[in-house]
């Protein structure tokens, strides 16, 4: 009964004693007390990422119907992969590696980076479902890439082909993959004005060919169609598609018509099929658009040209502003698109879905 009393007197006459002058506090600003609220907003961002990790674990399992599946935020990550590792007890687990949510810099507001972060577990636990054990190793001997070329151009088919399973299975991630598009698309190249720039010299419009025949241009010809080729087949709209001469439109829509065909007989093979045909359609591509003489810049297993839209990136001044108004663009011009169908020639529209904010 005695002690509640004491103690508040006791309390009371500290409070009273000692009040905190503006000397003492630039005391304890510049003393120890100062490392506790940074180690505070470390814990902080700690919690958060683990968070933000149990989430993505539950979502990898979920989605991937698999539960070897480990979850590794790397700060100094590229975006978004996933690898197969072997644990000293011989079991064979899948690594997601994503990048650390806090150092994790896109030219977006937080809850669109959240969207393009989500959309990478979807997209990786889709590799993790579908993707046969051959193609990652395609093009590569042990860790290293060895023809970049084919290893890229196999990985940009599957991406698209475990993409349209992922809908399929989960209609309500249509949206998610949309969004994620758009935002993608933003990052890629500006094809029309590599033409411009770098090969249009060389093209006789009248003859509707090209006026040389040597290594740097076909080097060039081999960027300009890959990334074609690749926005076309991924996200279904080529930048500066107008520039280009109607014969390389042609082309490219023609070759990713064919794929897209291709892909879609691949439904419910099994996984030595599904290898073997995309290793077929990728040497395809390789001829049919002659890109042989261009090297993309892919040096990790598993990685294709595609996943580098998803690379860490720190805005300029004004970037988060253009990215946004480039991805109401893709929206606007994308929510139906006209298509030459490749057996008759007629132009249609297809609509690919309804934009979600
Ligand atoms: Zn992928």
């Not at 979502?59 to 992969?81: C, R």
């Not at 014969?247 to 419910?268: F, P, Q, S, Y």
């Not at 003489?293 to 598993?302: C, F, K, L, M």
């Not at 294709?304 to 991805?327: A, L, M, N, V």
């Amino acid at each position: 009964m005695a002690y509640r009393p004491a103690a508040n007197k006791a309390y009371g006459q500290t409070r009273r004693k000692a009040p905190v002058g503006a000397a003492k506090l630039q005391q304890l600003a510049s003393s120890s007390v100062q490392p506790s609220y940074a180690s505070r907003s470390v814990m902080t961002a700690n919690a958060v990422q683990s968070n933000i990790s149990s989430l993505a674990l539950f979502l990898a399992k979920y989605l991937s119907g698999k539960n070897n599946v480990v979850i590794s935020p790397d700060p100094n990550s590229n975006g978004y992969s996933v690898g197969k590792r072997k644990l000293v007890n011989g079991q064979i687990i899948y690594d997601i590696h994503v990048p650390h949510w806090i150092n994790y810099k896109l030219p977006l507001d937080d809850k669109s980076k959240y969207r393009v972060y989500r959309s990478g577990i979807w997209h990786e636990a889709g590799h993790v479902a579908e993707t046969p054990d051959q193609v990652f190793t395609f093009g590569a001997r042990g860790d290293e890439v060895k023809e970049p070329l084919a290893h890229d151009t196999i990985n940009i088919l599957e991406d698209r082909r475990i993409e349209d399973i992922g809908v399929e299975k989960w209609p309500g991630y249509a949206s998610e993959r949309l969004f994620t598009n758009a935002y993608a698309w933003t990052r890629r190249m500006d094809v029309g004005a590599f033409w411009n720039a770098y090969l249009k010299m060389h093209y006789d419009d009248v003859n509707r060919m090209y006026l040389k025949d040597e290594e740097y241009i076909r080097e060039r010809k081999g960027h300009m169609r890959h990334e074609a080729f690749l926005q076309r087949l991924l996200v279904m709209k080529i930048k500066g598609w107008d520039q280009l001469p109607i014969d390389e439109r042609d082309l490219i829509e023609h070759e990713a018509t064919m794929v897209e065909h291709e892909l879609t007989k691949l439904r419910k093979q099994s996984p030595e099929t599904i290898y073997r045909k995309l290793a077929q359609l990728s040497m395809q591509v390789i001829k049919d658009l002659e890109l042989k003489d261009y090297v993309p810049e892919v040096t990790h297993i598993g990685e294709s040209t595609w996943d580098q839209s998803f690379k860490p990136h720190t805005p300029t001044p004004g970037e988060s502003q253009e990215t946004r108004t480039g991805i109401d663009d893709y929206f606007d011009q994308l929510m139906t698109v006209e298509v030459v169908c490749s057996g008759c020639g007629k132009h249609y529209t297809r609509k690919l879905g309804v934009r979600e904010d």
